[in-house]
T-cell receptor, first 119, second 107 residues
Framework: DSGVTQTPKHLITATGQRVTLRCSPRSGDLSVYWYQQSLDQGLQFLIQ???????AKGNILERFSAQQFPDLHSELNLSSLELGDSALYFC??????????????????FGPGTRLTVL | GIQVEQSPPDLILQEGANSTLRCNFSDSVNNLQWFHQNPWGQLINLFY???GTKQNGRLSATTVATERYSLLYISSSQTTDSGVYFC?????????FGTGTSLTVIP
């Protein structure tokens, strides 16, 4: 058990819908990262938050957004869902987020993931 | 963006055998991690190793940042080592994962 929790574990929805995935980082970790794992794209970094602020952005679609709340939990919002959004979505956390303008800087620990199926 | 290549893509081992997995990256990186994704999908952090050598039980890893590669050694493999091994690198503010090495350990 990494100490990172994600809910829900599974989510089945229809095209065009909107869903919210939730992540609670390990106690003491300030950084939260979101990743998407699909069969055709592999593991892709979406976005990182550090202590409530966006720190780094990867291949995140405009239909997707995220935020980190004062209690450090994070939510990933996926809207106007398409069949191709079906994937495993992972959240990870780490103690630090690097210096200004620099993400990472410490080991990341992953949650169990949320499997999203869009029908 | 940076290219992260892992080899071999697939590996089948007899229980007890040793193996070396390689991760090559095309540009300088700020950090590097190795992960194991078990058959249930869970991603487990193995090593945070931007440079140097670390060991944890039967696993060890070495990163030679100047030559842009990292190696993961698995000794005395067990069936529970089966799964996919990923290296992930950070360059600038972006994280990139390799395509993974799928390891199957047979009893």
């Amino acid at each position: 058990d990494s100490g990172v929790t994600q809910t829900p574990k599974h989510l089945i929805t229809a095209t065009g819908q909107r869903v919210t995935l939730r992540c609670s980082p390990r106690s003491g970790d300030l950084s939260v990262y979101w990743y998407q794992q699909s069969l055709d794209q592999g593991l892709q970094f979406l976005i990182q938050y550090y202590n409530g602020e966006e720190r780094a952005k990867g291949n995140i679609l405009e239909r997707f957004s995220a935020q980190q709340f004062p209690d450090l939990h994070s939510e990933l919002n996926l809207s106007s869902l398409e069949l191709g959004d079906s994937a495993l979505y992972f959240c990870a956390s780490s103690v630090v987020g690097g210096g200004p303008g620099l993400a990472g800087g410490s080991a990341q620990f992953f949650g169990p993931g949320t499997r999203l199926t869009v029908l | 963006g940076i290219q992260v290549e892992q080899s071999p893509p697939d590996l089948i081992l007899q229980e007890g055998a040793n193996s070396t997995l390689r991760c090559n990256f095309s540009d300088s990186v700020n950090n590097l991690q190795w992960f194991h994704q078990n058959p249930w999908g869970q991603l487990i952090n193995l090593f945070y190793i931007p440079s140097g050598t670390k060991q944890n039980g039967r696993l060890s890893a070495t990163t030679v940042a100047t030559e842009r590669y990292s190696l993961l050694y698995i000794s005395s493999s067990q069936t529970t080592d089966s799964g996919v091994y990923f290296c992930a690198v950070l360059t600038g503010n972006q994280f990139y994962f390799g395509t993974g090495t799928s390891l199957t350990v047979i009893p």
